[in-house]
């Protein structure tokens, strides 16, 4: 009903900022009205909806998982005014010119974002989805591109945009670049090309004078301006160099992501980071190798044998509730530990295989041992 809408909410909020911080759902049909003050700390999750102009949060948490943010008036979807807040785009869409200001940082891993402004310390970290317009990167403003459709960039006195790929070129003239060393781009008013780290070519001039969006040369660097490149070293998923992909690479993979301390050699996707997604890459890549062309290995498959099944469960339940020294012990979310969380993925996927062919269920009498036997585990284990 529209009385469940989250326009009643953020009145309330509004005139009651001093509140503790909490946790907002945006859905399809809600609305954050324009100008209003949420309280410090708070995480609003989008799943669709409008939000506002003139929104006030400090210290908060902007999480777009699917739906869509309408474009708000002017053109503009959003301004967060105060500072130090996350916005995370992960799926969904943001239309309008969605501002970003005081120390606010973007991180845009899916989804699609028209474009964005950067301003007064603000930062953005793309690696993923589309940026369908411009990047506008103000004075203060550092942008990072490893990934995704960027489709080109305007870059303001003071404000910085590094790219990291695989290879770049200057009016199609390669660049002779080190791996891993950041070479600045001092010329302007040519044509900067390349290969992004997940593969995703970008093109941009370089124009010292660039006009509106509609103009015949939108995108831009001013002479105030700094432009790097990096091409990052090329890492693939055999880490033990045996020439196979198994079980010891993605367990070598899972406790540096575990452990949170992860080196280079194990950023498969080159954005920086070694967590999750570096496994999602090692999963695609390896399924590549051993399975054939277009074949992934799917989550839930500890053995690697390209189907999620009773053979899975079993590893599964033989390191239950036990540390983790990596995927193949059934830790599919790679926290370290073998819990029920690392269950669920494995039901999620039961009984496909990276085909996605279904694979041939036991008789309903097996599942309901099995089950059962689970789930007198788990008690008798929380009854310890």
Request: with cysteine; hydrophobic share 40%; glycine share 14%.
């Amino acid at each position: 009903m529209a009385f469940r809408s989250l326009l009643t909410l953020f009145v309330c909020l509004s005139l009651s900022r001093f509140l503790a911080a909490q946790t907002v759902n945006l859905n399809p049909g809600d609305s954050i009205p324009n100008n209003t003050v949420i309280p410090s700390g708070t995480t609003v999750n989008v799943l669709g909806g409008t939000i506002g102009l003139g929104v006030d949060l400090s210290n908060g948490v902007l999480n777009i998982e699917s739906g869509s943010v309408a474009v708000g008036a002017n053109g503009i979807s959003t301004g967060f005014t105060n500072s130090n807040n996350q916005v995370n785009l992960s799926d969904g869409r943001v239309g309008g010119f969605f501002q970003l200001t005081n120390r606010t940082d973007l991180s845009i891993t899916g989804g699609e974002i028209e474009s964005f402004g950067l301003f007064d310390g603000s930062t953005a970290t793309i690696t993923g989805g589309t940026v369908s317009r411009f990047p506008d990167i103000f004075s203060g403003g550092v942008v990072d591109i490893s990934g995704g459709d960027v489709f080109s960039i305007r870059v303001f006195a003071g404000g910085e945009v590094n790219l990291f790929g695989t290879g770049f070129a200057i009016d199609g003239a390669p660049i002779d670049l080190v791996a891993g060393e950041e070479f600045v781009i001092t010329r302007r008013n040519v044509n900067l090309s390349g290969t992004l780290a997940d593969g995703s070519p970008i093109e941009t001039d370089l124009n010292t004078s660039f006009g509106g969006f509609s103009s015949s040369n939108p995108d831009g660097a001013a002479s105030g301006a700094r432009v790097t490149v990096t091409v990052v070293p090329v890492v693939d998923g055999d880490f033990d160099d045996d020439g196979i992909y198994d079980c010891t690479d993605i367990n070598q993979l899972s406790v540096a992501v575990a452990s949170g301390d992860g080196a280079a050699g194990f950023d498969l996707n080159g954005d920086g980071s070694v967590d999750a997604s570096d496994v999602n890459a090692w999963l695609s890549e390896a399924g590549e190798v051993n399975l054939g062309s277009g074949r992934e290995y799917l989550e839930g498959d500890a053995n690697l044998n390209g189907v999620v099944d009773v053979a899975d469960f079993n590893i599964w339940n033989e390191n239950r509730f036990l540390p983790s020294e990596g995927w193949c012990d059934g830790d599919f979310n790679v926290d370290g530990f073998v819990d029920v969380a690392d269950f669920n993925i494995w039901n999620e996927n039961r009984f496909l295989s990276s085909d996605l062919a279904p694979v041939p269920e036991p008789d309903s009498g097996s599942s309901m041992l099995l089950f059962a036997g689970l789930m007198a585990t788990v008690f008798r284990r929380n009854s310890e």
